[in-house]
């Protein structure tokens, strides 16, 4: 299967301060990136849908200027969380479609202090 | 509201029999089905998909798909302590988006 790429995996910031996270399509190019986040013992929430060269699509009640997403490639797409605060602390994990199949990040796990 | 409904479970299986794993969605017009492995702490895995009315079998998992009942499962054979993870159900509808399910928790009792 295709291979989706994360970094960092793990970080761990100050509140109050950004964190960017990069998501990469390794052996393919994605004109479609997806952004979920997952707190302990809970489902996947849909954050954003990325597109390349055009805005991304955020769900409802997902905050776009909190959560800035870039997708200046067809191989790398960008969450920066700003203003972190403790209860952004979550498991982000990218997705990226090839064909019919979306294949996922290993994810990044933010703690924020 | 577009849904995709699993089971929650856990579904507690002994090692070495089938588990069966069930997933409903709700859009009829769907055409592409997936199911997703993923153990805690990781990201989900993608482990099968199928498209069409049937049976599909990879190794020791079976996806099967009635879209007449809107019904899709995952068997696994011969399951072992390494399938105890939460499986995904996750359906691609007809505006492009994939939408999962809550998953089911999947303990193999050695």
């Known amino acids: 299967g295709a291979v989706v790429s994360q970094h960092p995996s793990r970080v761990i910031c100050k509140s109050g301060t950004s964190v960017k996270i990069e998501c990469r399509s390794l052996?393919?190019?994605?004109?479609?990136m997806f952004w979920y986040r997952q707190f302990p013992k809970q489902s996947l929430m849909l954050m954003a849908t990325?597109?390349?060269?055009?805005?991304?699509?955020?769900e409802q009640g997902v905050e776009k200027d909190k959560f800035l997403i870039n997708h200046a490639s067809l191989t790398l797409s960008t969450l920066t969380v700003t203003s972190a605060h403790p209860e952004d602390s979550s498991f982000y994990i990218c997705?990226?479609?090839?064909?019919?199949?979306?294949?996922f990040g290993p994810g990044t796990r933010l703690t924020v202090t | 509201q577009k849904e995709v409904e699993q089971n929650s479970g856990p579904l507690s299986v002994p090692e070495g029999a089938i588990a069966s794993l069930n997933c409903t969605y709700s859009?009829?017009?769907?055409?592409?089905f997936f199911w997703y492995r993923q153990y805690s702490g990781k990201s989900p895995e993608l482990i099968m998909s199928?498209?069409?009315?049937g049976d599909k079998e990879d190794g020791r998992f079976t996806a099967q798909l009635n879209k007449a009942s809107q019904y899709v499962s995952l068997l696994i054979r011969d399951s072992q302590p390494s399938d105890s993870a939460t499986y995904l159900c996750?359906?691609?509808?007809?505006?492009?988006?994939?939408?999962f399910g809550k998953g089911t928790r999947l303990h193999i009792l050695p």
């Open positions: 997705s990226a479609s090839e064909g019919y199949e979306q294949y």
């Open positions: 052996d393919f190019q994605a004109t479609t």
């Open positions: 990325s597109n390349e060269g055009s805005k991304a699509t955020y």
């Open positions: 859009d009829r017009g769907s055409q592409s």
């Open positions: 199928i498209y069409s009315n």
């Open positions: 996750a359906v691609r509808g007809r505006d492009d988006k994939i939408i």
